[in-house]
């Protein structure tokens, strides 16, 4: 990450996030730390990488999610070009639910 941007606040806040156990506690905290339409974004930029890894088009992607083009068009990049924190939660979630 850009030593611009990572700071030690936001090591902090990483490192608390770190801290929780489960979705209750995901929950709890995320809805303080964030306006519903902060989670709702992050949420639906999630969808958008869960679906451009799975080939859908832009316009599938957009009609589903309601995330404008350029929303996915960003999302892509950092699919691309970004440091692969998508790919390592899509494969921790799909390994996750392999073990189940």
Known sequence: MNSKIRTEELNELFDAILLLKNEDECNDF???????????????RFKVAMMLKQKKTYTEIAKETGASTATISRVNRSLLYGN?????????????????
């Open 30 to 44: 995320f809805m303080d730390l964030c306006t519903v339409n902060e989670l709702q974004s992050m949420a639906q």
């Open 84 to 100: 692969d924190g998508y790919d390592l939660i899509m494969d921790r979630n799909k390994d996750k639910k392999n073990q189940e």
